[in-house]
């Protein structure tokens, strides 16, 4: 009988073959380890910069630390006042081009302030090319209105975003607070933590959806006072609240770690 299996081709000896092999899964698992590593440190450094990565710092909600998750004193100011210039200016001239320049002008402004104070310019210049886009659309409409539609997207991206976490087993939040607390994504292998995590992302998701139920209706009927009184009202004060109840709720169902403390 003749052996039906393929001569080993000629010049190539078994073994350093089976070792070149060897070395090619070595260097692939390294490889895929290095991109894991980057990608832990990459979302880690995101959420600690979270508002719920502010608010775990410390063993109880006090108004420093809430202060501190929103961006502090300065970060409020920064994120309120170009709206709510926009809206007073536009309340009493009804006039769309200073309505648009006053709070363009103030997002340039506060990014100047930080530059020279050599200050993080990252939300000032965040929030200014936020008020430049919502000009530029309510300009090239003509409509005060449109200066809200980059709100509506926002807010609906980040409801879709947190939606399909909870739809596809890993809601955001819970990864977020695993990190946070030193638990990594063990915490989805106990039903009582995943089921509390999965329950407040989609409070957070309600968040997001309440104001498109509540601003959509007044943006499509041009009623621009109403519309704008209400964004600075389910901003803010609506986010703080909903961020110390995920502090607390995470507090409660994580215990927290050595490691989670010293991170």
């Known amino acids: 009988m003749t052996d039906a299996r393929e001569p080993e081709p000629r010049g190539v000896d078994p073994v350093e073959r089976r070792d070149a092999s060897g ?39 006090t108004g420093r630390a809430l202060l501190l998750a929103m961006g502090g004193v300065r970060g409020i100011v920064e994120a309120i006042l170009p709206g709510l210039l926009f809206l007073v200016v536009y309340t009493l001239t009804l006039d769309l081009v200073p309505s ?6 103030l997002g340039v402004l506060f990014s100047v302030a930080r530059l020279v104070q050599r200050q993080p310019v990252t939300q000032a210049v965040g929030g200014l090319l936020g008020i430049a886009l919502s000009a530029a659309l309510a300009l090239l ?10 709100g509506f997207w ?6 879709v975003a947190l939606l399909v976490s909870v739809l596809v087993g890993w809601p ?11 638990s990594g994504t063990s915490w989805r292998s106990h039903p009582g933590q995943r089921r509390a995590m999965r329950w407040l992302t989609l409070v957070w998701v309600a968040m997001f959806a309440a104001r498109l139920l509540v601003q ?34 995470v507090r409660a169902v994580f215990p927290k770690t050595p490691q989670a403390s010293t991170e």
């Open 23 to 61: 070395s090619a899964d070595a260097t692939g698992d390294a490889d895929r380890q290095r991109l894991g590593e980057s990608m832990s440190a990459a979302f880690g450094a995101a959420a600690r910069k979270s508002g719920l990565g502010a608010m775990a710092e410390g063993d109880a909600p």
């Open 172 to 182: 955001v939040v819970g990864l977020v607070a695993g990190y946070l607390m030193g």
């Open 100 to 105: 648009i320049i006053a709070p363009v002008a």
């Open 154 to 159: 926002t807010n609906g991206a980040y409801a």
């Open 141 to 150: 409409s003509g409509r005060a209105e449109d200066f809200y539609v980059v």
């Open 216 to 249: 959509l209706p007044l943006y499509f009927s041009g009623n621009v006072e109403l519309l704008g009184t209400l964004r600075l009202l389910m901003g803010i004060p609506l986010y703080a609240p909903l961020l110390v109840l995920s502090w607390l709720v």
